[in-house]
């Protein structure tokens, strides 16, 4: 869809009170949803993608995704820190090297969903 095309409007002010009220029903807790949308922000990012997107193919450390793409170590190391603040990524110790990976299988599910509805 373009910017300039018009989406369709109900043409009559009539409220479907059944719906609504399964709606409401189904609807997450406010509190979830905001949290929801805070995830979605982190993942809005194109950085942030790249490095979860990296991370998809496998454990990496910080010297391997900067190589990767083309960043510095402090950048990277920025943006996995929010990743890591928001449950997204894990890391490991070995050494003075540090390991991430994604924290688990719903993170590899939102890329693989993401991915495949963009490809659509």
Known sequence: MNH???LPLCSCEI???DAIEKA???M???KTLCKAAELFKVFGDNTRIHILSALH???LCVCDISAL???TLSAVSHQLRILRQSNLVRYRKKGK???YSLNDSHVEQILALATEHVNE
């Open 4 to 6: 300039t095309e018009r």
């Open 15 to 17: 409220t479907h009170q």
């Open 24 to 26: 409401r029903k189904e």
């Open 28 to 30: 997450p807790q406010e």
């Open 57 to 59: 193919a496998g454990e």
């Open 69 to 71: 793409l083309n960043m």
């Open 97 to 99: 090297e540090v390991f």
